[in-house]
């Protein structure tokens, strides 16, 4: 689905592991299962708070189904959550590994995946709450900033 479709606000359900929660915006998620990876956000400022069944809020590895509707996210499709269900634990599918030149385009976009190189610089940002690292990471294809 391209930005432009998903910004038509199509019904989505889809049911997959949770690969991360973020922080920004609070308790939204990266969702993955064995064909793809989306990003889902838990709130929205035209939707009321994602109804939860069977769970207080998200962790890692549970397994979940999301009902909502699409939206164009920042960069990529999202899914704009209005109820998800806890359907017990689950395990993430197994990530690849890839190079900083195959990370250049967006196939692996809300992926878990397996980069391998030399770290060469890593700075604190002490802007966000909680605080993150950045990191650049060298291989014999390139950088990753």
């Known amino acids: 689905m391209t930005r432009d479709e998903a910004a038509e606000g199509v019904p989505v359900r889809v049911e997959g592991v949770i690969s991360m929660v973020t922080p920004f915006p609070h308790g939204s998620f990266f969702l993955q299962d064995d064909s793809a990876g989306i990003f889902v956000l838990l709130r929205h400022p ?13 962790r890692h590895k549970m397994r979940v189904e999301v009902e909502g509707i699409s939206g164009p996210g920042g960069y990529a499709p999202v899914i704009v959550a209005e109820r998800t269900r806890f359907l017990g634990t689950g ?52 950088l990753l900033r």
């Open 91 to 142: 395990e993430l599918p197994q990530a690849d590994t890839v190079t900083i030149t195959d990370l250049k385009n967006d196939s692996f976009e809300s992926l878990c995946v397996n980069v391998e190189g030399v770290v060469q610089r890593v700075q604190v940002e002490t802007s966000h709450n909680p605080k993150s690292l950045s990191l650049d990471i060298a291989d014999h294809d390139g």
């Open 46 to 58: 035209d939707r009321p708070r994602a109804v939860f069944h069977g769970l207080s809020k998200p």
